[in-house]
Nanobody, 124 residues
Framework: VQLVESGGGSVQAGGSLRLSCAAS????????TAWFRRAPGKRREEVAA????????VYADSVKGRFIISLDNARNTVTLQMNNLKPEDTAMYYC???????????????????WGQGTQVTVS
């Protein structure tokens, strides 16, 4: 499986950005796909996750009400719409995925085993 992120950039506080994660090579029909981020000097932080085969979405408290994760299963793409961005959202954002048999595993943040290369988001 390969993941490629795009859509990062620089924006002023209060602005919006849309990240995309294109996946290829899936060998399992159902997956959790998530966004994580890592700011300089800080630990990796989960942002949001979604289950490809059902209605399961989870958000970190820090982004609830501002970020929206959505799936386009036909295109194997996951997007993260980020609104009302804050300087503390500045980080490298990573897409990750794992094969699962139930959406309840999507919040098992340490279990994701396939990662993209990351895309930088800077909010000033």
């Amino acid at each position: 499986v390969q993941l490629v992120e795009s859509g990062g950039g620089s924006v002023q506080a209060g602005g919006s950005l849309r990240l995309s994660c294109a996946a290829s090579g899936f060998t399992h029909s159902t997956n959790c796909t998530a966004w994580f981020r890592r700011a300089p000097g800080k630990r990796r932080e989960e942002v949001a996750a979604a289950y490809t085969a059902g209605d399961f979405i989870v958000y970190a408290d820090s982004v609830k009400g501002r970020f929206i994760i959505s799936l386009d299963n036909a295109r194997n793409t996951v997007t993260l719409q980020m609104n009302n961005l804050k300087p503390e959202d500045t980080a490298m954002y990573y897409c990750a995925t794992m094969a699962v048999i139930s959406g309840r595993w999507c919040a098992s943040w340490t279990s994701y085993n396939v990662w993209g290369q990351g895309t930088q988001v800077t909010v000033s």
